[in-house]
């Protein structure tokens, strides 16, 4: 009997090409996604030596970070850098014979939300992206992590990537969620547990009951703030949820081929007393509605508390830097979060784009008006989710509420595009980072759930969506 091992142990191992003895392994990569970003200096230093994509059928490519979220962009991008960078993905995927989703094609969307609509995301594989959120897939039981330029230029070429094995970290979600809490809040309260530095080093494979009660939009959401954890993977092990996920997706296996894939799809899970290095364990029935209060993902309070004092923190560093974090978002310790008022609400991103987040905020503002003061958008993941949306009628209950309802794209997750804060502008973001001048210079991130946001966009503060009615 071989020893057990960890789902990340068993993905790895089968795709380990060749092994030396220092450790270092060339792994077999089976999906590779491409955005404008990351990808144009890897595909020239192809063209500079004349090679190829070595598996252009396992390579997809879609613009989002720099395409505009307004209406008229199928008239042109205006930005002259951002239509350059989208110029240059479609004749890069044209000249390389890659599958490419401009902005004008439905199925366009945030690079983390077409993969796994699409079926090109599925259990056991791995899958790469020159993105810190490709993470996000580990929701498939896949082990999916972000890369560097150099390393998707080796990925074009060879299909593989080199790599050295993480550690294993278990991150086990006990109980089920009270009513209004959900996976953003359970993801919140993890980092702010373990840190931002907490999973450096490791791969994270979440279970638990709440964990498998949870929806694969909800899952997404876990696995994608993984990398804000400081872990490059994160884990979930495939069950009934994700093959009716997955099945009859456009590039999911069909007949026979379906059959035999989720033979093998149902081995992927960690074996009786596979180790660990690290445990850490969470109880979501005493989970609250969680709002970031700083600048960095760590700083989480529950909806009900106050801003911290950093006064008590006796680190030093750690002390400064969270006095810095407060001028920065120009917080008075001791206010209460719900008396914070907003400017902007941003619902949207890889992080909450999809589905099942839109029909969260739906439910939360229907029949209701967004606070005068208060410029909300909501920015569709993708084409599909878009599509989706207006087929049940979100889109009106979100109009009618006064929220802008945009195009598919990154959008103001990141001030890549025109969606952007102006200086000092608070806002309530769905998205996963309130890393200063995140989403515009002097910007004030405050990250929450969809039905949180929806929440704070019609009272103009925070509210506790338990008392919502
Ligand atoms: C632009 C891209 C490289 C970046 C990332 O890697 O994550 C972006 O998607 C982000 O969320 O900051
Ligand atoms: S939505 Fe935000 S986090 Fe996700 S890929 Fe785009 S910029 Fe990065």
Redesign the pocket.
């Known amino acids: 009997m071989s020893a057990p091992r960890t789902l990340y142990d068993k993905i790895f191992d089968d795709h380990v090409v060749d092994r030396q003895d220092d450790g270092t392994c060339l792994l077999y990569i089976d999906r590779h996604l491409v955005h404008e ?2 990808s144009p200096q890897a595909f020239e230093g192809l063209r500079m030596t004349g090679r190829t994509v070595r598996h252009p059928e396992k390579t997809l490519a879609v613009v989002d ?1 720099n395409v505009p979220t307004s209406k008229d962009r199928v008239n042109g991008i205006k930005n002259e850098e951002s239509r350059i960078q989208v110029e240059a993905l479609a004749k890069n995927a044209a000249d390389f014979g890659v599958e490419y989703y401009s902005e004008k094609d439905r199925r366009q969307g945030i690079v983390h939300i077409i993969g796994p609509e699409q079926g090109f995301t599925l259990p056991g594989m791995t899958i790469v992206c ?4 490709t993470s996000t897939h580990g929701a498939f039981g896949a082990l999916a992590h ?1 890369i560097g330029t150099s390393e998707v230029e080796h990925v074009l070429a060879t299909q593989t990537l080199i790599q050295r094995k993480a550690k294993n970290m278990l991150v086990q979600v006990d109980g089920q969620l009270p009513p209004g809490v959900g996976a953003k809040d359970i993801i919140l309260a993890i980092i702010g547990e373990i840190g931002t530095a907490g999973g450096t080093g490791y791969v994270i494979e979440y279970a638990g009951e709440a964990i498998r009660s949870l929806s694969m939009e909800g899952r997404m959401t876990i696995c994608n703030m993984s990398i804000e954890g400081g872990a490059r993977a994160g884990l979930i092990a495939p069950d009934e949820t994700t093959f009716a996920y997955v099945k009859d997706k456009p590039r999911a296996p069909k007949g026979a081929a379906w059959d035999m894939a989720l033979d093998y799809w149902k081995t992927l899970k960690t074996d009786e007393g596979a180790h660990f290095d690290r445990v850490v364990r969470l109880d979501a029935a005493k989970l609250p509605p969680i709002v970031t209060w700083g600048s960095s993902p760590e700083d989480v309070v529950s909806v009900t508390g106050e801003v911290p004092d950093p006064a008590k923190i006796e680190d030093e560093n750690k002390r400064a830097s969270k006095y810095r974090a407060l001028e920065y978002m120009g917080l008075t310790p001791g206010t209460k979060m719900t008396d914070v008022t907003i400017d902007r609400v941003f619902i949207g991103s890889c992080t909450n784009g999809r589905i099942e987040d839109l029909r969260q905020v739906a439910a939360v503002v229907e029949g209701k008006k967004v606070n005068p003061k208060v410029n909300a958008m909501i920015v569709p993941g993708s084409g599909l989710v878009k599509a989706q949306a207006e087929a049940e009628g979100l889109d009106r209950i979100f109009i009618e509420a006064g929220f802008d309802w945009r195009e598919p794209g ?1 959008s103001m ?2 001030a ?1 595009n025109d969606d952007r804060l102006a200086p000092h502008e608070r806002c309530a973001s769905t998205s ?2 309130n890393f200063e001048g995140r989403q515009g210079f002097k910007g004030r991130t405050h990250l929450v759930s969809p039905a949180m946001a929806g929440a704070a966009a019609i009272a103009g503060h925070f509210v506790d969506i338990r008392d919502w009615s």
């Open positions: 970003v990351t970070h020159g993105d810190s959120h972000g990154c997750c990141l890549m996963n980072r």
